[in-house]
C-alpha cells in the first residue's frame, strides 16, 4: 500500500502568490488531515476532514487559507494571497476513520515564500 | 488550549546508552503517539500507547493516563536514533493531534 503522498516536495513563491498543495491519503483512510511545521510554533493543525467533510479548522489560518477535499482520495491546501509568514513545512496526514486511530504523515511540501 | 511539553528539549548520548524522554500533558487524553523525525524528514509513528506499556525493538513507552504523563525509552541507542522525538495526544473523539514541541537526540559514535 502508498502512503500518504504529497505535490510538490518544494515550492518557492513570491509574496502575494496563490499556491495550491496537494495530499493523497492512505487507500481506505478517511480522516486527512493538515498541519503546518515552523521551528518556532511547532507542529500546528490547519483542517481536518472526515469523509470529505470539514470538521475542524485552525481559527487563526482561516482567512488565506483553504483546504477542499473533492474526493475521498484527494485534497488541497490553498494558500492566498501567500506572505512570507507562511513559510513552512506543510504536512498532510491520514488515519482510518475510527476512534484514537494512528495517523500516517505525507513526506511534507517545503513552502518558501521570498 | 491543549498543552503538551516535553524534556528534555535535546539530549546528546554516546552510542549504546539509553535515552528517556518525557512528555506532559494538560488534558485528558484518549490518545497518545510517539512520533520520529530526521533532519527534514517527516513524521513516523514510532508507537501509539494511550494507557500503559507497550514495547517495540529498542522503545518502551509509558504511559500514567491519570497523572497525565508519558516516557519513551531508548534502548542501547544508535547513531541513526539521531532526530526529533515528538509527542502527541488526542483529547476527544476526534482524531486530531496535539503536539510538543519535541526532544531534539544526537547519538555519538
Known amino acids: 500500500d502508498a502512503g500518504v503522498t504529497q505535490t510538490p516536495r518544494h515550492e518557492v513563491a513570491e509574496k502575494g502568490q496563490t499556491i495550491i498543495l496537494k495530499c493523497e491519503p492512505v487507500?481506505?483512510?478517511?480522516?486527512l488531515f493538515w498541519y503546518r511545521q515552523t521551528k518556532i510554533q511547532g507542529l500546528e493543525l490547519l483542517s481536518y476532514f472526515r469523509s470529505k467533510s470539514l470538521m475542524e479548522d485552525g481559527g487563526a489560518f482561516k482567512d488565506r487559507f483553504k483546504a477542499e477535499m473533492l474526493n475521498s482520495s484527494f485534497s488541497t491546501l490553498k494558500i492566498q494571497p501567500t506572505e512570507p509568514k507562511d513559510s513552512a513545512v506543510y504536512l498532510c496526514?491520514?488515519?482510518?476513520?475510527?476512534?484514537?486511530?494512528?495517523?500516517?504523515f505525507g513526506p511534507g511540501t517545503r513552502l518558501t515564500v521570498l | 488550549g491543549q498543552q503538551v511539553q516535553q524534556s528534555p528539549a535535546s539530549l546528546v548520548l554516546q552510542e549504546g546508552e539509553n535515552a528517556e524522554l518525557q512528555c506532559n500533558f494538560s488534558s485528558t487524553a484518549t490518545q497518545l503517539q510517539w512520533f520520529y523525525q530526521s533532519p527534514g524528514g517527516s513524521l513516523v509513528s514510532l508507537l501509539s500507547n494511550p494507557s500503559g506499556t507497550k514495547h517495540t525493538g529498542r522503545l518502551t513507552s509509558t504511559t500514567v493516563t491519570k497523572e497525565r504523563r508519558s516516557s519513551l525509552h531508548i534502548s542501547s541507542s544508535q547513531t541513526t536514533d539521531s532526530g526529533t522525538y515528538l509527542c502527541a495526544i488526542e483529547v476527544s473523539n476526534y482524531n486530531v493531534l496535539y503536539f510538543g514541541s519535541g526532544t531534539k537526540l544526537t547519538v555519538e559514535p
Open positions: 487507500s481506505g483512510h478517511n480522516d
Open positions: 496526514a491520514s488515519s482510518l476513520e475510527v476512534n484514537y486511530a494512528e495517523q500516517f
